[in-house]
């Protein structure tokens, strides 16, 4: 078994050896044949005894009486790689006693064909002469040689006659005798007989004819081939008790042998013809006879007069199978020189035509890879069978690169490789095919830049912008009249998660007629609702699920319990959750414990002159805020966290007005707040259901103060009318954009989302922008910019490309020149682009990857931001009248520019056209 795979592995490798050899250098048309051995599982192992002397496994001599002695062979053939065994020989002990046994050393050496006898092993050797009984195991322990070949001999066994007046008996190999690999390799048995009587001594002389028989295996499998060999008992047979059966062992698998006749008499000479039938296919097939020589045992089996057992007379047939003739063919093709253009593709006819022998299967391939590493050379079919005419057709298609691939000629070769199907042959045979590539025609944009890198819509800038575009010919011929051009392209955004549509085919792609929805809290489903883990709920009656009356708070530290005091801590009065803090300097405490900070219980005063103590009585009166009253005169310090809600806006405290310590210095009263219902207790145990959602009207993901929280009893994570409100109203439904009937409630949304035309540049889609599927046919290709063709959702469909300027120019072979295009910037409307400088195609250019050249990296800055911080501002007053003839301070702002009235002229304001639309700054 072991065996087989080796040859099949060798067969891989010469496959492989042939082809790289055939990619590499010329190969000689010659075939390069596997060496075949015949091993398992093709036939079983043959396990025998011979004499040496004697020359067969049958000693008959009347002169090996007592004191005489003789010696056996423990064979083995065709048993593969071996690794040990365990052998257990029977005889007569009467008869018979071992003198020895060895598998090593001078009685059994290595040039002898002994197996073992080089190798580390480890061996059990019994002999039990009273019972005539001989075991011998041997392993192969040797790291080096862990395996031996299974032809030779295993050991020799030395036998004594015992008798002095002639004996018989059969030596016999015991059934549970085991070869192994490691484990049992399957065989037959071959006992020996020794009879040195005087009469009747048993013994007839058996031959075969020819000693060799050579088959040639068919190709097809429904045919078969056959030889014959003659077995002979030349002269009568002695001592016999039963006619003599002939036997054919160790056959390959698939191969049939017949005698006729099957018998030969007891005491009579006899000829039979030996039929051995094998079976054609091909290599491998379930049916077929493997290849291979093989050593036959022809055996006689019958009894002997007076004698227990069988006695079985042996000689060796060479089987040898050879597979069907190795193809000849003839390999060509349809050109082996020709000229193509880069990025063009030739196609070329691989022809195999069989001239005589086996039709095997065949393999095209070719050495593109390295000698032609930027194109591709694509064989189909790539295996077929050789016929006569036509012939095995393939066609080769050889695709140059129109940018990778260089002007040049590149020589690779096209191999044939016969598969040895049939014939376990490999014939490799390969030609050099030449290609010349030009590139004849190739125009490139190779730089672009703008004079200035400002513009405004509607604004005269007094002269128009000069695009520079660097034009080459990368081609062999003078190109005339080509053009250049500079286009815009409109800018997408993404960015917005408001933008979904109900994918009605699952395709993960917008169609036209599909539902596109203002998906308000980003939630992915059509319908408002939105989980925050820190809603929870006292669960009054203890039944684990909200029940309307139930208290609901924000927990805000996620403890599972209504802590008030973790955060903001209230000094005095009742501020609400939310209410904005104001720092008073003139709030001050008695810092009891000397540790620069305040303290639940230490006095809060209000320090209204402003002397650093709280004093009292006929001048002045400092206010006391909570706790007890200090004593007159009393020290008291400024803490920034003391603050107060400052209920009527005059920036200052005033007596009624809550006092709260703000922990976390935020600004704002925000202690676990509760949302409905009555306060509970501090350390209220508080649960999480996840039927609390909120309305997240700000799509950040937790509830705010002011947003929706309702029970969404039937949990489908939306706002269905009828579930209970818990604070806030109800949410508006959500904004269908299309027009179509609005889907059901819950309805999932896909997480593909739509891109905008963002008009107006604040980053966020407005009523009236148009929205864009900016993917084509495709999920995960955005390329930011809109394409003709692309799916317009919403809207008006944006252009695919304004045309901003055009000229023409001619170009010699190898040169370059930079065309200079004009042009006003106040003409484009505003939005976001992205310009970008092309030249168009010539007539036979393929090459046109390069012939565009978007700008992405180039920088807006506004015009007179002078501090470089987006925002036009006092610094930049000089610059900015010189552009909108007005001031930011005094008498001459005038707020007709300042459209969002903040004070400042800033993106909103400023009908931005960005020259390089990377960025706005």
């Known amino acids: 078994m072991n065996l087989k795979r080796v040859n099949s592995t060798l067969l891989i490798i010469l496959t492989l050896l042939g082809t790289i050899l055939a990619m590499f250098g010329t190969l000689p048309n010659v075939p390069i044949v596997a060496e075949v051995h015949a091993a398992p599982p093709n036939n079983p192992a043959i396990l025998g005894l011979f004499s040496e002397a004697k020359k067969s496994n049958v000693v008959v001599d009347t002169l090996i009486r007592s004191p005489q002695s003789f010696r056996l062979d423990v064979n083995i053939t065709d048993a593969g790689l071996i690794k040990g065994y365990d052998i257990n020989i029977t005889w007569t002990a009467a008869f018979l006693s071992v003198k020895n046994s060895t598998f090593s050393g001078a009685g059994c050496p290595l040039a002898q064909g002994c197996l073992f006898a080089v190798v580390s092993t480890t061996r059990s050797n019994t002999t039990d002469n009273v019972h005539g009984f001989l075991r ?14 299974g032809n030779g001999i295993l050991f020799r066994v030395g036998f004594n006659a015992l008798s002095g007046t002639g004996a018989a008996t059969v030596i016999h190999i015991e059934r549970k005798s085991l070869i192994q690999n490691p484990g049992s390799v399957p065989y037959k048995p071959i ?44 002269t009568a047979p002695t001592g016999l008790a039963s006619v003599i059966t002939l036997q054919a062992l160790g056959l390959p698998l698939n191969t049939g042998a017949v005698f006729a006749p099957s018998t030969c008499p007891a005491a009579a000479t006899c000829s039979s013809t030996l039929t051995l039938t094998i079976n054609g296919g091909p290599k491998g097939g379930a049916t077929t006879t493997p290849s291979g020589n093989y050593s036959i045992p022809i055996i006689g089996n019958t009894t002997a007069t007076g004698i227990s057992g069988n006695l079985v007379k042996s000689i060796w047939l060479k089987l040898v199978i050879r597979p069907p003739p190795a193809p000849v063919f003839n390999f060509s093709a ?12 030739t196609f070329l006819t691989l022809n195999a035509t069989l001239v005589s022998g086996t039709n095997d299967s065949i393999a095209f391939g070719t050495n593109c890879f390295p000698n032609f590493a930027s194109a591709i050379c694509e064989v189909k079919p790539q295996t077929g069978g050789l016929i006569v005419k036509p012939g095995f057709l393939a066609t080769l298609n050889v695709t140059t690169s129109a940018s990778a691939t260089k002007p040049g000629t590149y020589k690779f070769n096209a191999t044939a490789t016969s598969q040895g199907t049939y014939s376990e042959v490999l014939i490799a045979k390969n030609f050099t095919i030449t290609v010349t590539v030009l590139k004849t025609h190739d125009l490139a944009v190779q730089a672009f830049s703008a004079s200035r890198n400002f513009a405004y ?50 395709n993960q792609i917008y169609d036209t007629g599909e539902t596109v929805i203002l998906d308000s809290d980003c939630n992915g489903l059509f319908g408002s609702g939105l989980l925050d883990f820190r809603i929870k709920y006292v669960d009054t009656n203890g039944n684990n699920v909200w029940d309307p009356g139930e208290t609901v708070i924000l927990d805000a530290d996620s403890s599972g319990t209504y802590n008030p005091s973790l955060t903001d801590t209230v000094i005095a009065g009742s501020p609400t959750f939310g209410r904005s803090l104001t720092l008073d300097t003139s709030i001050r405490f008695v810092d009891s414990n000397a540790n620069g900070v305040w303290n639940t219980g230490e006095p809060v005063v209000q320090d209204s002159n402003g002397d650093g103590k709280y004093s009292f009585g006929k001048f002045h009166n400092d206010t006391l805020v909570s706790g007890i ?3 007159n005169n009393t020290a008291v310090a400024l803490d920034t966290l003391i603050k107060f809600a400052d209920t009527n806006s005059n920036q200052g405290w005033d007596s009624g007005e809550p006092v709260v310590y703000d922990i976390n210095n935020n600004n704002v009263y925000d202690p676990d707040f509760v949302i409905a219902g009555t306060a509970p207790a501090s350390g209220t145990a508080v649960k999480l259901s996840l039927k609390l959602e909120f309305v997240d009207l700000n799509t950040n993901g937790a509830w705010d103060l002011g947003e929706t929280v309702f029970n969404d009893a039937n949990g489908n994570h939306v706002f269905d009318t009828g579930e209970a409100i818990i604070v806030g109203t109800a949410p508006a439904a959500e904004t269908v954009l299309t027009l179509t009937a609005p889907p059901p409630l819950a309805t999932a949304l896909s997480p593909q989302h739509l891109s905008y035309v963002d008009s107006n540049l604040n980053q966020v889609w407005d009523s009236g922008e148009s ?32 045309l901003l300027a055009s000229t023409t120019a001619t170009l010699a072979p190898n040169t370059s020149t930079i065309v200079t295009l004009s042009w006003d910037a106040s003409t484009l409307q505003r939005g976001k682009y992205i310009i970008g400088a092309a030249v168009a195609p010539v007539s036979g250019e393929l090459n046109t990857g390069n012939n565009v050249v978007l700008f992405l990296a180039f920088t807006q800055k506004f015009r007179g931001d002078l501090d470089g911080n987006c925002v036009v501002n006092i610094l930049d007053v000089g ?43």
């Open 334 to 345: 349809s050109r082996k020189t020709y000229t193509q253009e880069a990025g063009n593709q």
């Open 136 to 149: 011998l195991a041997v392993v192969d322990t040797d790291s080096g040689t862990p395996f031996v070949n």
């Open 191 to 234: 006992d020996a007989f020794y009879d040195s009587r005087s009469a009747p001594f048993a013994d007839f002389p058996l031959a075969v004819s020819p000693t060799i028989v050579t088959i040639n295996r068919p190709v097809l499998a429904s045919s078969s081939a056959s030889q014959t060999a003659t077995v002979s008992i030349a």
């Open 629 to 631: 009253a200090p004593l």
């Open 771 to 802: 929205i864009v599927w900016d993917n084509g046919t495709n999920t995960n290709t955005k390329n930011g910019l809109y394409d003709t063709g692309e799916t317009v959702a919403v809207g008006s469909t944006p252009s695919g490309g304004l």
């Open 879 to 921: 610059t900015v009248n010189t552009v909108f003839g007005q001031n930011l301070g005094g008498s001459r702002y005038n707020p007709v520019a300042d459209q969002n009235n903040d004070a400042k002229i800033n993106i909103l304001d400023v009908t931005l056209v960005n020259a390089g639309f990377g960025t706005h700054c």
């Open 457 to 506: 819509a509607g604004v005269s800038l007094g002269s128009p912008l000069k695009l520079n575009v660097t034009v080459a010919n990368l081609g062999t011929v003078t190109e005339t009249s080509f053009v250049v051009n500079s286009t815009a392209r409109v800018v997408l955004l993404n960015n917005d998660c408001r933008l979904a549509f109900v994918d009605a085919n699952n």
